[in-house]
């Protein structure tokens, strides 16, 4: 099991920009839909290898670090997108009564 992943965000200005990186990193299915509601589903899979939405895997009682280089220095739609995805899994993760799935942590 993975217990963490990098993610770069210097020179990710638009959203567009950020599915493609996020896609990359996870591992997300071709039919990936590069939009905030695909996003949110596939990182809710991170639990469900199952599902099949995401290469990376964590236990149900894990949470899974996202090292963000340059979140201060991408576009502020790029970073509340991708808090506000993370907010989403969490809240979606709570509501199985499982701890948080994700943690954004800058670097």
């Known amino acids: ?50 599902d099949g939405m995401t290469s990376i895997v964590i236990d149900k009682d894990c949470s899974l670090d996202i090292f963000v280089k340059g979140l201060f220095f991408s576009s502020l739609e790029v970073a509340q997108t991708l808090i506000s995805a993370v907010e989403d899994v969490n809240k979606r993760a709570a509501l199985n009564n499982l701890p948080p799935s994700l943690k954004i942590v800058p670097i």
Do not use: T
Request: aromatic share 16%.
């Open 1 to 50: 099991m993975i217990d963490s992943v990098d993610l770069d965000l210097h020179n990710v200005w638009d959203l567009d920009m950020l599915h493609k990186k996020l896609k990359y990193i996870f591992g997300f299915p071709d039919f990936y839909g590069n939009n905030y509601s695909a996003l949110v589903d596939c990182l809710s899979s991170l639990r469900y290898p199952e």
